[in-house]
């Protein structure tokens, strides 16, 4: 079993629409979750950081449920420039503090 | 710009060949990474340096060597390469004090 788990997807949505990504993470060692969006043949940069009592960040927002082991992502009013994979990561700081990366969700925004 | 530089950003090697990917990182950050990212995958840990002088093994680190040089730069090497190390390496750095990590804009690397 992967330690953080992800949808694939693709998800296709029209501009607009609110879509909604979701992730497990199986290490209960995990202490901070961030959403990183990598766009095609290009590096990881960081969305948001995800915080317990959830988080937004214009039309982004973040929730983590400790006790479920599960992230969200939601992005409300699309747009086109929305479109890439968005990776689920967890950190975790016992012996090494280093990112573990979920396989990422594409996402295309079509007009 | 301040940030993470990686150098090459693209190499062709064939099986047996040695090679150096280079890292250097201008944010003064004590932290740094080395990644693969193959299809379907996402990343994977090969090394990692906790600080200057320091390295660890992350998930992946069989067929890699590392080395930090000073505080700026981090090197990852492939003594023999074989078709299985062909992928995307990131590097990145990460503040001691901030969340988030920066990454270098990667190395294809093809090993045929």
């Known amino acids: 079993r992967k330690e953080v788990e992800q949808d694939p997807g693709p998800f296709n949505v029209p501009e607009g629409a609110t879509v909604a990504f979701n992730c497990t993470y199986s290490n209960s060692a995990s202490q901070s979750f961030f959403w990183y969006r990598q766009d095609c043949r290009k590096e990881p940069k960081l969305l948001m950081s995800v915080y317990s009592s959830g988080n937004e960040d214009g039309r982004f927002t973040a929730q983590l449920n400790r006790a479920s082991q599960y992230i969200s992502l939601l992005i409300r009013d699309s747009k086109l420039s929305d479109s890439a994979t968005y990776l689920c990561v967890d950190e975790r700081n016992t012996g090494r503090r280093a990112l573990t990366f979920g396989s990422g969700t594409r996402l295309q925004v079509q007009p | 710009n301040a940030g993470v530089t990686q150098t090459p950003k693209f190499q062709v090697l064939k099986t047996g060949q040695s090679m150096t990917l280079q890292c250097a990182q201008d944010?003064?950050?004590?932290?740094m990474y080395w990644y693969r990212q193959d299809p379907g995958m996402g990343l994977r840990l090969i090394y990692y340096?906790?600080?200057?002088?320091?390295?660890d093994k992350g998930e992946v680190p069989n067929g890699y060597n590392v080395s930090r040089l000073n505080k700026r730069e981090f090197s990852l090497r492939l003594e023999s390469a074989a078709p299985s190390q062909t992928s995307v390496y990131f590097c990145a750095s990460r503040s001691d004090r901030a969340r988030g990590y920066t990454f270098g804009s990667g190395t294809r690397l093809t090993v045929v």
């Open positions: 340096s906790a600080s200057e002088g320091t390295t």
């Open positions: 944010m003064n950050h004590n932290s």
